[in-house]
């Protein structure tokens, strides 16, 4: 069974940029129909989807984050990375990996990241 481990920096300085690491096992990245995201929940909002990078390392990103948010792999560590520039208080969230495997829901434990001086 796939298991999903988030890493982050915890806490973040508003304007700089931030990125978030999931450790993927059980499988690989790159398994066919393997879809790969990163969502996040605010303490006032519902979860809110984010990015995806798909088996083939096709990648969709959230346009309302306005061009704030890439997402990356390396499939050599079998991991994918979010990357947020120009960190705010509406960025205050905890920060979920998913994979959707074949239909097939998975989740990491969630870490959270506060933007504050």
């Known amino acids: 069974q796939v298991q999903l481990q988030e890493s982050g920096p915890g806490l973040v300085k508003p304007s700089e940029s931030f990125s978030l690491t999931c450790n993927v096992s059980?499988?690989?990245?790159?398994?066919?129909?393997?879809?790969w995201s990163w969502i996040r929940q605010s303490p006032r909002k519902r979860l809110e989807w984010m990015a995806l990078?798909?088996?083939?390392?096709?990648?969709y990103v959230n346009p309302s984050l306005n061009d704030r948010a890439s997402i990356s792999r390396d499939t050599a560590k079998n991991q994918f990375t979010l990357q947020l520039r120009s960190a705010g208080p509406e960025d205050t969230a905890v920060y979920y990996c998913?994979?959707?495997?074949?239909?097939?829901?998975?989740w990491g434990q969630g870490t959270q990241v506060t933007v504050s001086s």
């Open positions: 990078i798909s088996h083939s390392g096709t990648t």
């Open positions: 059980g499988d690989s990245i790159t398994t066919n129909f393997a879809y």
């Open positions: 998913n994979a959707n495997l074949y239909g097939h829901l998975f």
